[in-house]
């Protein structure tokens, strides 16, 4: 049957509101990171990505920041919607690999 | 442009019983991947081919599950028999290629349920 007892951490945002969502890393070798959104029923979507030689990269309404001092990746989504609640994923590939490994999800919830 | 199909989208079986997953890429995308998604969790990777060879496939349970990708377009994940731990979200994915930057595109999952 399926895994039950997993707690997917959640945040709750007011609509309007900009929203941090933020995933540590464990692999020090990582030399790119990708964000994923999945809705409820859908694969994930890809949403933003950066290299390891970056720090910062923006995109449309939603920014990533890498820090890898600290092995921490953050996505950033200003003036949060209602179509923005779903799953967040990080996703890291480490330096000569072709396996990109998950994260635990994030689950973004926007309050009307 | 369409994205990667997947079908069917659920599938309930008695344990024991087999069951087919087949995914068809984004057009001109070499690399084609299989992943397992449990409830609640990150997609896990099963296996991933590069054309119809397939290049990795160290994370696939190969007791019950096979995978082939016979003209290096289309794929079929097979399971024989399923266990009740099968029940999961297999997720097909296809990029250009596997390198850093090879977006990988997802398809929308089976909803596997082994009763």
């Known amino acids: 049957g399926e895994s039950v007892g997993l707690h997917l951490p959640t945040l709750s945002v007011q609509e309007g509101d900009n929203s941090i969502i933020n995933c540590a890393y464990s692999n020090s070798a990582s030399d790119y990171f990708i964000w994923y959104k999945q809705e409820s029923g859908k694969g994930p979507q890809f949403i933003i990505d950066?290299?390891?030689?970056?720090d910062k990269r923006q995109g449309q309404r939603v920014t990533v920041l890498l820090n890898k001092t600290v092995k921490h990746l953050s996505l950033q989504i200003a003036a949060t919607q209602p179509g923005d609640s779903a799953v967040y994923f990080c996703?890291?590939?480490?330096?000569?690999?072709?396996?990109?490994?998950f994260g635990k999800g994030t689950k973004l919830s926007v309050i009307p | 442009e369409a994205g990667v199909v997947q079908s069917p989208r659920y599938k309930i079986i008695e344990k024991k019983q087999p069951v087919a997953f087949w995914c068809n890429p984004i057009s001109g995308h070499n690399t084609l991947y299989w992943y397992r998604q449990n409830l609640g969790q990150g997609p896990e990777l099963l296996i991933r081919y590069e054309n119809e060879e397939a290049v990795d496939d160290s994370q696939l349970p190969k007791d019950r599950f096979s995978a082939e990708r016979l003209k290096g377009v289309d794929s079929t994940l097979k399971i024989q028999p399923a266990e009740l731990g099968d029940s999961a979200v297999y997720l097909c994915?296809?990029?250009?290629?596997?390198?850093?930057?090879?977006?990988?595109?997802f398809g929308p999952g089976t909803r596997l349920t082994v009763l």
């Open positions: 950066i290299r390891s030689n970056m």
């Open positions: 994915a296809s990029s250009l290629g596997a390198l850093a930057g090879d977006t990988q595109y």
């Open positions: 996703a890291e590939k480490g330096a000569g690999s072709y396996q990109l490994t």
